[in-house]
């Protein structure tokens, strides 16, 4: 899911007013895969030059993926298929449960216990790579660092801790522990703490920035009849890119330690409510032609989301 800093990125025409997330090129490739596994170079081009990349950026990402044994290219220029041949790697779907949790969130349906979750290590230079690879998966967890070697959380996120140090060795390294009673530096108040151990403005300008995406490509859903097969594609990338954006960063902290009103909420509901829209204009569907795996994956998300939540 992440972004690919040394792949080319293009903005292109966005969706309205709001200035969309840049898409990289590569997760573009990724994002135009179809349930049978291939790529069609004409789509590819079309939406990829509706994104603002040149014919020459696209080409040079499909032989570095090409040459990485991700895809093979059968015939040439916009007549070409690109097949799968790895698993795709940098996909714009979000993980499932994670997702879901957030939407629950926002319904008041996961409420916090009050319960800091706290990790601490202490591990050795010589195994740096191992420390480091802990201290990421604990950040992509949503943990916050306190001190040196030490980390909380406001989810219990123990199970998924414990087992990627199982998995890097450091098991006998690793102390859990959670406590009603933290204090740090004097401050007490559960949300002072979280507003002090997580960058909320940033994470709030994000779902800010999702939000009027969002809301720019519903407009422009219902002011035209049609839209385009790609013009549908560029939107769907767009949206898919600015929600993984607002939301790879975002601890989910329970709605008790955040600002009201949260962002987030917010953006989540708008995201919903434009990809079904997107859904229901789908020319793939009156057409025939095969559909992305990522029109896909987000309707088996939004549909595992019980009704009311999104």
Request: aromatic share 6%.
């Amino acid at each position: 899911m992440g972004v690919l800093p040394d792949t080319p990125m293009g903005t292109g025409a966005d969706a309205g007013s709001a200035a969309p997330v840049p898409v990289p090129t590569r997760l573009l490739v990724h994002a135009l895969v179809r349930e049978d596994g291939t790529v069609d170079a004409g789509e590819l081009y079309t939406v990829a030059g509706l994104l603002g990349m040149s014919d020459q950026q696209v080409r040079l990402c499909v032989k570095r993926l090409v040459a990485e044994g991700r895809f093979s290219h059968e015939g040439r220029g916009r007549k070409a298929l690109l097949r799968t041949v790895a698993d795709a790697t940098g996909s714009l779907t979000p993980n499932l449960a994670y997702v879901r949790h957030a939407y629950r969130q926002d319904h008041g349906l996961a409420p916090w216990d009050g319960v800091w979750h706290l990790f601490a290590f202490a591990i050795p230079e010589s195994s740096r790579t191992s420390r480091d690879a802990l201290r990421d998966t604990l950040r992509h967890l949503g943990a916050a660092p306190v001190q040196s070697g030490l980390y909380v959380s406001a989810n219990g996120i123990e199970e998924l801790v414990e087992a990627q140090a199982r998995h890097l060795g450091v098991a006998h390294a690793l102390t859990c522990l959670t406590t009603t009673d933290l204090r740090i530096g004097g401050h007490e108040d559960p949300p002072t703490l979280a507003a002090a151990l997580w960058p909320l403005d940033d994470i709030a300008a994000r779902h800010d920035r999702l939000a009027d995406f969002a809301r720019a490509c519903l407009d422009r859903l219902a002011q035209q009849d049609t839209l385009t097969g790609s013009e549908q594609l560029t939107m769907a990338v767009q949206l898919a890119a600015a929600f993984t954006h607002a939301m790879e960063p975002d601890p989910l902290l329970p709605p008790e330690l955040l600002p009201q009103p949260w962002p987030g909420a917010h953006a989540r509901r708008l995201t919903a409510a434009c990809w079904t829209a997107l859904t229901e204009a789908d020319t793939h569907a009156t057409t025939g032609t095969p559909v992305p795996r990522l029109f896909v994956q987000y309707e088996d998300l939004l549909a595992s989301i019980p009704d009311g939540l999104t």
